[in-house]
């Protein structure tokens, strides 16, 4: 809980705004702390954030090296000083102003990206992971796509140990990141035969918007997945991933996933125990 400065709402107000700058709320903590102390101990710190002293000398050396506080010694007392509000400010204008000159190079950099897709071709257990492990590190209530068949599912749930499903499904259920899935009905009696009971059930029960069409309306057996302007295959008779990311293709396989998805079916995710 974070020490009343001067008022609740002002409290928010300079914590709101200084994330936006990449500072964390304890970070933050830690300055308005130092700033409003004087010359205070780590302990004295500590007691002021009602934080462990270990948690509070890490924030410290953090804010130390942006700039914002400084050390002295007094004896054998390390004792901490704040950069001034005036002249935070005045860093802030400097960075603005430093960025500025950054943005043609990275306008270029973003025309060079939307004119040539980035191809990224890996060896499936390792390629798979990299994918799930950034899904799962999307903004908390993103969505993803997924497109798959039969024989691209036996694979990819063979691709993972138990363990690492497990803290795939963790992740997003705790970030609430939803599934948007397009699958053949041939697919639904796949899990139950290659999952334990708990990962089965945490994968029935994170948030789906589940669709499903009949092999001889969708035949494939490979599997895609579009998230974060990017799309990855698995290829199930090669074993290896593809990935691709450029803005283009993206949305336009995007908005073919969704027409289909569209006219597809709707499952319960509980059809995954059934044949």
Do not use: C
């Amino acid at each position: 809980m974070h020490f009343l400065l001067y008022s609740f709402y002002m409290e928010q107000e300079i914590i709101t705004i200084l994330n936006h700058f990449g500072f964390s709320e304890q970070e933050i903590d830690v300055y308005l702390a130092v700033l409003t102390l004087e010359s205070p101990t780590v302990t004295q710190i500590a007691s002021k954030v009602q934080k462990g002293r270990t948690a509070v000398y890490f924030h410290i050396k953090n804010l130390q090296e942006k700039g914002l506080l400084f050390e002295s010694k007094k004896g054998s007392k390390l004792f901490y000083t704040a950069l001034s509000p005036t002249e935070f400010a005045n860093q802030i204008d400097a960075w603005a102003r430093d960025f500025k000159t950054l943005v043609p190079k990275l306008e270029s950099l973003q025309k060079v990206e939307q004119e040539a897709p980035t191809i990224e071709l890996t060896e499936s257990k390792v390629g798979y992971w990299k994918i799930y492990d950034e899904i799962s590190q999307m903004p908390e209530g993103s969505n993803f796509r997924v497109l798959q068949g039969k024989q691209s599912l036996e694979i990819e749930l063979s691709l993972l140990s138990d363990e690492q499903w497990t803290i795939f499904f963790d992740r997003i259920m705790k970030n609430n990141i939803g599934t948007i899935g397009l699958f053949t009905k041939e697919t639904f009696e796949v899990p139950a035969k290659m999952m334990t009971p708990k990962n089965l059930e945490r994968m029935q029960t994170r948030r789906w918007d589940l669709k499903t069409l009949p092999k001889s309306i969708l035949d494939i057996q490979q599997l895609m997945f579009l998230y974060n302007n990017k799309v990855a295959f698995l290829f199930p008779e090669t074993s290896l991933v593809m990935t691709i990311r450029h803005k283009g293709i993206y949305q336009i396989l995007v908005a073919t996933f969704d027409a289909l998805h569209n006219l597809a079916e709707s499952a319960d995710p509980k059809s995954f125990t059934k044949g």
